[in-house]
């Protein structure tokens, strides 16, 4: 099970940190993705972080904002969200995928936390 927070409202050049919880699982063979989904919009990628080797992959469009990172022995992501724009409003899902299909996309994952709303206001 995954559970996600740490959403919230900000105001535009604001940070937040969301958090993503495992448990049921060998947390740290797991790859753990971040996903947002704006309102009629479809699910898109946002950041990921590898089970073995911890490489980190953004989407560019939160290249140099957005930071993941793990911490296994708390069974914990993050995302740390710095620099934040109106357009990254959405609801954050984290997820977890067993590392058999390419990590930019959503059907590589087979675990979803419940997601977190995060608003940026302008």
């Known amino acids: 099970q995954l559970q996600a927070s740490g959403g919230g409202l900000v105001q535009a050049g604001g940070s937040l940190r969301l958090s993503c919880a495992a448990s049921?699982?060998?947390?740290?063979?797991?790859?753990m993705g971040w996903f947002r989904q704006a309102p009629g919009k479809e699910r898109e990628f946002v950041a990921t972080i590898t089970g073995r080797g911890g490489r980190t992959y953004n989407a560019d469009s939160v290249k140099g904002r957005f930071t993941i990172s793990r911490d296994n022995a708390k069974n914990t992501v993050y995302l740390q969200m710095d620099n934040l724009k109106p357009e990254d409003t959405a609801v954050y899902y984290c997820?977890?995928?067993?590392?058999?299909?390419?990590?930019?996309?959503?059907?590589?994952?087979?675990?979803w936390g419940q997601g977190t709303l995060v608003t940026v206001s302008s």
């Open positions: 997820a977890a995928g067993s590392g058999s299909g390419p990590i930019r996309y959503a059907f590589s994952y087979d675990s």
């Open positions: 049921g699982r060998t947390f740290s063979n797991y790859n």
